[in-house]
């Protein structure tokens, strides 16, 4: 298995308050991704990253923002968080762009 | 952004062969397909991927259409471990390589 960790693995917020999501990658993987996951969306792209310091928007980047300040690590920040971001968040890395793609098993998170 | 168009679901029976379409008729010549599959509570997992020619692993083979407007995963002998939904996907060359999943296809797998 490719060497991604999402932490937390599960988390309930209060509406209103900041939170972070991790995913942490051993594999020296130049690109990484943020996806939510919803029913009756499948996957949608929030934010990636092409390089350290190097990121871009997805299709749902309304609400969130991202760093990646050295390569291992990309963080996501929900600046304050809605009801309407209750979701299963998906980190992915790959190696190069055209190449397939690894996922962390996701993190559940549920904004009350 | 590319989108790619696949059917809602599909059954097959144990060790037949299935084939699962996507169309992707606005597909660019710099971007890859790919396909995933996702079992319920996992992340999603790789398949394969090909740029113009037809790609066998040993997960599944690949065949594109000439046009590039559609493509076709076959998974051989499909076995009740490779019920999941199966996702089509685009990798759009614009820098990031971002990838756009479409919605997928729900694969039953019948004994």
């Known amino acids: 298995d490719a060497g991604i960790t999402q932490s937390p693995r599960h988390k309930v917020t209060e509406t209103g308050t900041p939170v972070t999501l991790r995913c942490h990658q051993t594999e020296n993987h130049r690109y990484m991704y943020w996806y939510r996951q919803d029913p009756g969306h499948g996957l949608r792209l929030i934010h990636y990253s092409y390089g350290v310091k190097d990121t871009d928007k997805g299709e749902v980047s309304d609400g969130y923002s991202v760093s990646r300040s050295k390569t291992e690590d990309f963080l996501l920040t929900l600046e304050s968080a809605t009801s309407s971001q209750t979701s299963v968040y998906f980190c992915a890395i790959s190696d190069r762009g055209e190449a397939e793609a690894f996922f962390g098993q996701g993190t559940r998170l549920t904004v009350v | 952004d590319a989108k790619t168009t696949q059917p809602n679901s599909m059954e097959s029976n144990e060790e037949e062969p299935v084939h699962l379409p996507c169309n992707h008729s606005?597909?660019?010549?710099?971007?890859?397909i790919h396909w995933y599959r996702q079992l319920p509570s996992q992340g999603p997992e790789y398949v394969i991927h090909?740029?113009?020619s037809n790609v066998n692993n040993r997960m599944a083979s690949l065949a594109i259409a000439e046009d590039r407007k559609s493509s076709t995963l076959i998974l051989h002998r499909a076995t009740l471990r490779d019920a999941a939904v199966y996702y089509c996907?685009?990798?759009?060359?614009?820098?990031?390589?971002?990838?756009?999943f479409g919605a997928g296809t729900r694969l039953f797998v019948k004994a």
């Open positions: 996907i685009l990798r759009v060359n614009t820098g990031g390589f971002k990838t756009i």
């Open positions: 090909g740029l113009t």
């Open positions: 606005t597909i660019s010549g710099t971007d890859y």
